[in-house]
């Protein structure tokens, strides 16, 4: 029988059929190229190649199917997770939406108190009589939250106010705010033509370094504590 002997007829057939395949295709080029009969020592040391094999197989199925039992309890982890944050995320879009009614509030509440206060704050400290109580209102499709017809040294002027509740020291911030006003005053100026506009920002504090931008801005301050 050449190289296949019974016995090895009885190994291979109890081997995967693939791994079965393979070895006879092996055995059949060694019987081709070197004409030996293989002897029992080198069958015997074939089958114990064949265990060890089968023995890393077994491990590496078994990591793999550990990994596969890792892979499952992470991914459930990950929808908890998942779903945690989806639940945090509606509570803040509910407390932001609450804080946003309560902000709005406090600044309409602000913005009314500063209707009744502007007229005498502007009078006694920059010589600004109003001739029409102040509104807020929408020009040009931008919302002005301070309008108001008056006049000063004889010549009537338009006072345009943007209201914040901070007036910050950092310049960033500033820049926003002013860029806000100063659009306004553009769709003023658009809808009435060229007539002498007051800036002004309203707020509750402004820092040191905020007035500073303002005055050199030609921008009145008025702050709640002043009326």
Same mark, same amino acid.
């Given at each position: 029988?050449?190289?296949?002997?019974?016995? @090895?007829?009885?190994?291979?057939? +109890?081997? *995967?059929?693939?791994? !079965?395949?393979?070895?006879?295709?092996?055995? %059949? =080029?060694? #019987?081709?190229?070197?004409?030996?009969?293989?002897?029992?020592?080198?069958?015997?040391?074939?089958?114990?190649?064949?265990?060890?094999?089968?023995?890393?197989?077994?491990?590496?199925?078994?990591?793999?199917?550990? @990994?596969?039992?890792?892979?499952? +309890?992470? *991914?459930?982890?990950? !929808?908890?997770?998942?779903?945690?944050?989806? %639940? =945090?995320? #509606?509570?803040?879009?509910?407390?932001?939406?609450?804080?946003?009614?309560?902000?709005?509030?406090?600044?309409?509440?602000?913005?009314?108190?500063?209707?009744?206060?502007?007229?005498?704050?502007?009078?006694?400290?920059?010589?600004?009589?109003?001739?029409?109580?102040?509104?807020?209102?929408?020009?040009?499709?931008?919302?002005?939250?301070?309008?108001?017809?008056?006049?000063?040294?004889?010549?009537?002027?338009?006072?345009?106010?943007?209201?914040?509740?901070?007036?910050?020291?950092?310049?960033?911030?500033?820049?926003?705010?002013?860029?806000?006003?100063?659009?306004?005053?553009?769709?003023?100026?658009?809808?009435?033509?060229?007539?002498?506009?007051?800036?002004?920002?309203?707020?509750?504090?402004?820092?040191?370094?905020?007035?500073?931008?303002?005055?050199?801005?030609?921008?009145?301050?008025?702050?709640?504590?002043?009326?």
């Amino acid at each position: 029988m050449g190289i296949f002997s019974i016995e @090895l007829f009885e190994e291979l057939e +109890k081997l *995967e059929p693939d791994l !079965r395949r393979a070895f006879i295709k092996i055995l %059949k =080029t060694i #019987e081709k190229n070197l004409g030996e009969v293989v002897k029992k020592e080198d069958f015997l040391e074939l089958k114990r190649a064949v265990e060890v094999l089968t023995e890393k197989l077994n491990v590496l199925t078994e990591k793999v199917e550990a @990994l596969a039992q890792a892979q499952a +309890k992470t *991914e459930e982890e990950i !929808r908890k997770l998942a779903e945690g944050l989806r %639940k =945090t995320r #509606e509570d803040l879009d509910k407390l932001r939406k609450d804080f946003g009614g309560f902000s709005r509030s406090m600044s309409y509440a602000f913005e009314n108190e500063a209707y009744r206060n502007l007229p005498r704050f502007l009078k006694e400290k920059h010589g600004i009589e109003i001739l029409e109580r102040f509104v807020r209102t929408e020009i040009q499709e931008e919302e002005i939250n301070f309008f108001a017809r008056g006049k000063r040294n004889g010549k009537e002027v338009y006072i345009v106010g943007e209201a914040t509740l901070r007036l910050e020291e950092n310049k960033k911030d500033f820049e926003r705010t002013f860029k806000e006003l100063e659009r306004k005053v553009e769709a003023v100026k658009k809808e009435l033509g060229e007539v002498e506009v007051v800036k002004l920002i309203v707020t509750h504090f402004a820092k040191r370094s905020a007035l500073k931008l303002a005055q050199e801005k030609g921008i009145i301050v008025a702050q709640s504590f002043e009326w």
